[in-house]
């Protein structure tokens, strides 16, 4: 094999997973880094917003040999467990059957096991404090801080800020959208019990949903839960409206009442975290020739509603992983193919995610989503190779999103239409059989 100067910028999630990929096929990778090294220096970074793993990136994980080192630190989900305003609580089960379930994964933990396994390969080398400064794809030339490194293929692992998807937009006049939600968020936490527990119940989503707004709280291994509020940035109730710690006493008194005695660092938490802003990255093609290529948030930034940035990322790696030896390690016909057939899916997920915000915050105790989802359910029983819910489709199946967010139209205009009466039981059933093709 020819000896490659493969560069992959970036050692977050996708960063060290895609390098692992390429390592089994006998590739030499370097990976540039503009952090320092997580394993050594604390980031607070590290936790910021819980990941949801699910199956498609746990495909991802078993195929590199990853997954038997992140079990332990995995938290089982059944289902989101609703905090009403008047304190009471129910679970809404995520699926039907007993594999369909989330798994909360610290993002540090989970970060660290990926590049400890890239490093233990002997191929793949990381170094860190490197700042991606300027990328030259003509003369395949790119700069960090005063450092000039030479490549043959670059992979772009760089997050929704990436310098190389710039550079790329440049050269191949791009179609770029970064496209603002207007909402932040911010990190809190939730405090073990006094007895060195939970203080809720560990294997839940649980949410707050407040209509415009919401929080959500994901389990840790250390008994705590991390929070996260999301806010609009502007307006009565927002993170700009909320300055001082009165404030923040009275939003969550008035809202979050029944985790005010949880969470005795809160106003510590809200006035030292950052508030965090959520956009969603638009972006098309994801590639310049055979020399570049951008995959994870770096060609797909989306906001975290579906917990499916991570899962996402972590399929594109496995789709270009196969693309490579589909081409036999040619390049430029791996990244064509790659973009040419992978954007539909980042943008329907993107989309499929700002759609999971409006129903997570405000739809999730409406009777007639309630009715819906109980609908969807008997459905999927009635049919299961043609009918599943979109949110199964998405998080337990390796469905193209293209597809499940075509299919998850055609389901929802049908349950639409019976739910108002518009057609019978009978038409609903006829109209699965003729309008969805089997999937299983």
């Known amino acids: 094999m020819k000896k490659e100067k493969i560069i992959l910028i970036g050692s977050g999630l996708s960063g060290p997973l895609m390098a692992n990929y390429l390592a089994r096929k006998g590739y030499n990778i370097k990976i540039y880094e ?22 498609r990136g746990i495909y991802s994980l078993k195929e590199v040999g990853v997954y038997k080192e ?50 233990k390969t002997g191929k793949i080398s990381i170094k860190f404090e490197q700042e991606l400064k300027q990328v030259d794809l003509i003369n395949n030339k790119l700069t960090f801080n005063d450092l000039d490194v030479p490549f043959d293929t670059v992979i772009g692992c760089d997050g929704s800020s990436s310098v190389l998807r710039q550079e790329i937009v440049n050269r191949s006049k791009s179609n770029y959208l970064k496209k603002p939600l207007n909402h932040g968020y911010k990190e809190l936490t939730i405090s073990a019990s006094k007895s060195n527990n939970y203080s809720m119940e560990p294997n839940a989503l649980h949410i707050w949903p407040r209509s415009n707004f919401m929080m959500i709280a994901l389990p ?24 001082t710690n009165k404030d923040i006493t009275e939003l969550f008194k008035s809202f979050f009442p029944d985790v005010i005695k949880l969470m005795p660092k809160l106003i510590e938490d809200f006035q030292n975290n950052p508030t965090g ?8 093609p994801w590639n310049y020739k055979g020399k570049a290529c951008i995959i994870g948030d770096a060609a797909h930034a989306i906001v975290p509603f579906f917990g499916q940035g991570m899962n996402a990322s972590f399929q594109d790696c496995s789709f270009l992983n ?94 639409n239409k019976f739910q108002k009466g518009l057609i019978s039981k009978i038409q609903l059933n006829e109209s699965i059989i003729n309008q969805l093709e089997p999937l299983i």
């Open 34 to 55: 503009r952090r320092p090294d997580m394993r050594k220096v604390s980031q607070s970074a590290g936790r910021s917003i819980n990941l949801a793993l699910s199956s």
């Open 322 to 415: 196969e693309l490579i030896h589909t081409f036999k390690g040619d390049w430029g016909k791996a990244f064509d193919e790659f973009s040419n057939t992978h954007v539909k899916n980042g943008h329907a997920i993107a989309d499929m995610a700002i759609e999971n915000y409006i129903e997570m915050r405000d739809l999730v105790n409406d009777p007639i989503y309630i009715e819906r989802r109980n609908l969807e359910f008997e459905l999927e029983k009635e049919f299961p190779e043609r009918f599943i819910p979109r949110y199964s489709m998405v998080s337990f199946h390796k469905i193209p999103y293209s597809e499940v967010y075509q299919r998850g139209r055609i389901q929802m205009d049908l349950m």
């Open 70 to 119: 992140i079990q332990p630190f995995m938290i089982p989900m059944k289902g989101r467990m609703i905090h009403d305003l008047n304190g009471s609580m129910h679970l809404q089960p995520y699926g039907q059957r007993k594999h369909e379930t989330i798994f909360s994964v610290s993002r540090a933990k989970l970060n660290k096991e990926l590049m400890n396994s890239a490093e």
């Open 220 to 243: 840790n291994i250390d008994k705590t839960f991390t929070c996260t509020l999301f806010l609009p940035m502007k307006g009565p109730v927002s993170f700009s409206s909320i300055n």
């Open 277 to 284: 802003n959520l956009s969603t990255v638009y972006c098309e």
